[in-house]
Every structure is written in structure tokens, then in C-alpha cells.
């Protein structure tokens, strides 16, 4: 099957940093990914859709500035999350669309701010 | 807006009991349903899928039908083992020709024990 990949898989940084987690299709092309992110014990929620080349699209709540995200390839998505608190911590996962197929998804960054 | 529902975790059973994690769906147009599942720190598997009334899907001794009329697609399997628990998510896609983002249900934890 297809295969998205997530890098880093867990990282821990300072409040007040920025970090930039990447989410890499490795054997298809994908116009479009979705950012989800899961709190514990707790369901996925999508938080945006990044397409090629155009700006991303946020869901309801979502703050765009705060969580950047730049899909400048067709094979590279990345979500930024600038100015970290500890109320970001959570567990970020992607997934890539291939088309005629259904979603893949990455393995999933664990972010820990502290 | 679209949406799914399953029933409240955690489920625990004994090795070798049967499995049921009901689910249903709201959606405005006719989607595709997923189950995935998500082992202890890792990210998201698909199991199983069904695109249209009464598909069946399966994979790994898992189940489950696409039921229109009941808007249900509820999850079996005849025999769990230890290497089943899990956290089990159903899930739909409203997009036919081409996969769109996924909306999650809440999850069901299941613990087997030997």
C-alpha cells in the first residue's frame, strides 16, 4: 500500500518556540493532505486541508496563524506550530489523498511542549 | 453536517469472545465507510472499507457491512486475540469519485485479555 511519512515522530520543545512537523508521501503524489490532530483518549479532529500550491483551508476554530501550514510539493506537506504552549501538546497526524483511493495516513508526530 | 457514532468504550473481553463495536452515520449524501485501527502509540491503519449498500468489508478476521437502511456499519469478529487491543475508530468519507477528508467517530478502546 501507499505510504505517508511523519517526521519528527515525537518532539518536545520550549513554550514560546516554534516547530515544523513534516508529512511526506513516499510513493505517490498527493494534491491534497489533511492535518488531524488527536488529544488523549479522544477522536481525530481536522484541522486543515493543504493543497498544492494554494493556501490551506482551515476548519472551524483553527487558528491559521498559529498552525501554518505549506504544501509546496506534491509530495511534501508541512505544519508549523508557531509559538508553542503546553495547550498544544497532542498527538498531529496527516494523511494523503491518492487519487481513486482512499486516505493514507502518516504514523503521527507526538508533540510535548513544556 | 456529517457525522458518526459508536459506542462507548472501554470494551474489555476475554481471548477468543466474540466482537461487536456498533457504529452509525449521519451524512447528507451517500460515503463511503471506513474502520481503522490504532495500536499503543502509533498512528492510523485502515482495516476494512465499504463503498456502497450492502458491500462487506474484511480484513484480519474483521467485519462489517454497509447497512443504508440502518446508517450502521458495525464492526465483528468471531475470535479476538491479545494482539487485537486496540483503539477502533470508524469512520466515513462523503467524496464517490475521489476521496475527501475523513470524519472520524470517537473511538472504542479494546483490551483483550488472555
Known amino acids: 500500500g501507499a505510504v505517508v511519512s511523519q517526521h519528527p515522530s515525537w518532539v518536545i520543545c520550549k513554550s514560546g518556540t516554534s516547530v515544523k512537523i513534516e508529512c511526506r508521501s513516499l510513493d505517490f503524489q498527493a494534491t491534497t493532505m489533511f492535518w488531524y490532530r488527536q488529544f488523549p483518549k479522544q477522536s481525530l479532529m481536522l484541522m486543515a486541508t493543504s493543497n498544492e500550491g494554494s493556501k490551506a483551508t482551515y476548519e472551524q476554530g483553527v487558528e491559521k496563524d498559529k498552525f501554518l501550514i505549506n504544501h509546496a510539493s506534491l509530495t511534501l506537506s508541512t505544519l508549523t506550530v508557531t509559538s508553542a504552549h503546553p495547550e498544544d501538546s497532542s498527538f498531529y497526524i496527516c494523511?494523503?489523498?491518492?487519487?481513486?483511493?482512499?486516505?493514507?495516513f502518516g504514523q503521527g508526530t507526538r508533540l510535548t511542549v513544556v | 453536517g456529517d457525522s458518526v457514532t459508536q459506542m462507548e468504550g472501554p470494551v474489555t473481553l476475554s481471548e477468543e469472545a466474540f466482537l461487536t463495536i456498533n457504529c452509525t452515520y449521519t451524512a447528507t449524501g451517500y460515503p463511503s465507510l471506513f474502520w481503522y485501527v490504532q495500536y499503543p502509540g502509533e498512528g492510523l491503519q485502515l482495516l476494512l472499507k465499504?463503498?456502497?449498500?450492502?458491500d462487506k468489508g474484511s480484513n484480519k478476521g474483521f467485519e462489517a457491512t454497509y447497512r443504508k437502511e440502518t446508517t450502521s456499519f458495525h464492526l465483528e469478529k468471531g475470535s479476538v486475540q491479545v494482539s487485537d487491543s486496540a483503539v477502533y475508530f470508524c469512520?466515513?468519507?462523503?467524496?464517490?469519485?475521489?476521496?475527501?477528508?475523513?470524519?472520524f467517530g470517537p473511538g472504542t478502546s479494546l483490551s483483550v485479555i488472555p
Open positions: 494523511s494523503a489523498i491518492r487519487t481513486g483511493t482512499e486516505a493514507f
Open positions: 469512520a466515513l468519507s462523503e467524496t464517490k469519485t475521489s476521496y475527501d477528508k475523513v470524519i
Open positions: 465499504a463503498t456502497k449498500a450492502d
